[in-house]
């Protein structure tokens, strides 16, 4: 039997043109150490993707969310010993205290058009490049 792909949830909480990222720390696996990503983490046998993306927004921000709408969908295959598909749900933060922690040792907010490098994950790198596309390129009046 071949090994089959684990589900990664994200969620993109912005504010404006401004958007939570995490920088990865030691927790987070050495090959990402000092790489920033979109919060993210693994569902959990027999939980829903909803619940998982908020508890792992949650674990690794200390901010709670509202889980909203599925953004993107995308397979990972930056690491082949552990191929995942990626579901990024957009979300609102509705409490909590914004503090780094599990596999994050910081987490702020950052503007889509000054990003901090690296990024971990190519895949955050396609959702972040679509949201520029999309928010970036908006009139003025409806940005």
């Known amino acids: 039997m071949s090994p089959k792909?684990?589900?990664?949830v994200g969620v993109i909480?912005?504010?404006?043109?401004?958007i939570i990222l995490g920088r990865r720390g030691r927790r987070?696996?050495?090959?990402?150490?000092?790489?920033?990503?979109?919060p993210c983490g693994y569902l959990e046998w027999g939980e829903d993707v909803r619940?998982?993306?908020?508890?792992?927004?949650?674990e690794e921000t200390g901010l709670k969310v509202e889980v909203r709408d599925v953004y993107a969908v995308h397979s990972n295959?930056?690491?082949?010993?552990?191929?995942?598909?990626?579901?990024w749900f957009q979300g609102t933060v509705?409490?909590?205290t914004m503090e780094a922690a599990d596999d994050l040792d910081m987490v702020d907010?950052?503007?889509?058009?000054?990003l901090p490098q690296p990024l971990a994950?190519?895949?955050?790198?396609?959702?972040l490049e679509q949201l520029r596309q999309e928010l970036l390129t908006l009139p003025p009046s409806l940005g």
Not at 28 to 38: A, D, L, P
Not at 77 to 87: A, K, Q
């Open 13 to 18: 909480v912005l504010e404006g043109q401004w």
């Open 5 to 8: 792909p684990t589900v990664g």
């Open 94 to 96: 509705v409490g909590g």
């Open 28 to 38: 987070g696996g050495r090959k990402y150490e000092g790489s920033w990503c979109i």
């Open 121 to 127: 994950f190519p895949t955050d790198l396609l959702v």
């Open 77 to 87: 295959f930056h690491n082949p010993n552990s191929l995942t598909v990626g579901i």
């Open 109 to 114: 907010y950052f503007p889509l058009d000054a």
């Open 51 to 58: 619940a998982a993306a908020q508890r792992e927004f949650l």
